[in-house]
T-cell receptor
Framework: GAVVSQHPSWVICKSGTSVKIECRSL??????MFWYRQFPKQSLMLMAT?????????EQGVEKDKFLINHASLTLSTLTVTSAHPEDSSFYIC?????????FGQGTRLTVV | GQNIDQPTEMTATEGAIVQINCTYQ??????LFWYQQHAGEAPTFLSY????GLEEKGRFSSFLSRSKGYSYLLLKELQMKDSASYLC????????????FGSGTRLSIRP
């Protein structure tokens, strides 16, 4: 199947700082990528849909000024968690759609201290 | 909106068969996915159904009935490594075709 690479796989940051997470489709072009957040023992919650060359579409309740999404090319989308707080600590996962399947990155475990 | 329901937890015996059910309500349906997720890892794709019927792939099969808003994942010849969460997800009919996940079913396999 297609490969989606997400970086970093884990990050620890101080409260108030910003963290950027990258999601790359390595062997296909993805006009649309999705960002999910997953808290322990819970399912994936869709945060936003990232569209190449245009603004992301955010789900209800997700602050667009806090979770900045940039999809500058057909193979790269980035999620920046700005002014991170401990409650932002979570597992963040991106996915990219190729034809009928959706492939996931490895996920990024963010810990804000 | 969308609503996806699946059991929270199930237990089965190694070598046996288990069926995980998923019911959904959606304003626009464009396919149903099943994913497997081990703790701390990203989900991995298992199956995709967009038409009614059974899709078989090795030990795993997935069934869909669009009129009933119902799907199941069938796992045969269970192995200990099948202990994981199984996520049912529905894709909507919007231009973005976003995929929304159910809460997941934690499957435990006992020897």
């Amino acid at each position: 199947g297609a490969v989606v690479s997400q970086h970093p796989s884990w990050v620890i940051c101080k409260s108030g700082t910003s963290v950027k997470i990258e999601c790359r489709s390595l062997d296909f072009q993805a006009t649309t990528m999705f960002w999910y957040r997953q808290f322990p023992k819970q399912s994936l919650m869709l945060m936003a849909t990232s569209n190449e060359g245009s603004k992301a579409t955010y789900e209800q309740g997700v602050e667009k000024d806090k979770f900045l999404i940039n999809h500058a090319s057909l193979t790269l989308s980035t999620l920046t968690v700005t002014s991170a707080h401990p409650e932002d600590s979570s597992f963040y996962i991106c996915s990219a759609k190729e034809n009928t399947e959706a492939f996931f990155g490895q996920g990024t475990r963010l810990t804000v201290v | 909106g969308q609503n996806i329901d699946q059991p929270t937890e199930m237990t089965a015996t190694e070598g046996a068969i288990v069926q995980i059910n998923c019911t959904y309500q959606t304003s626009g349906f464009n396919g149903l996915f099943w994913y497997q997720q081990h703790a701390g890892e990203a989900p991995t794709f298992l199956s995709y159904n967009v038409l009614d019927g059974l899709e078989e792939k090795g030990r795993f099969s997935s069934f869909l009935s669009r009129s009933k808003g119902y799907s199941y994942l069938l796992l045969k010849e269970l192995q200990m490594k099948d202990s994981a969460s199984y996520l049912c997800a529905v894709r909507d009919h919007s231009s973005a075709s976003k995929i929304i996940f159910g809460s997941g079913t934690r499957l435990s396999i006992r020897p």
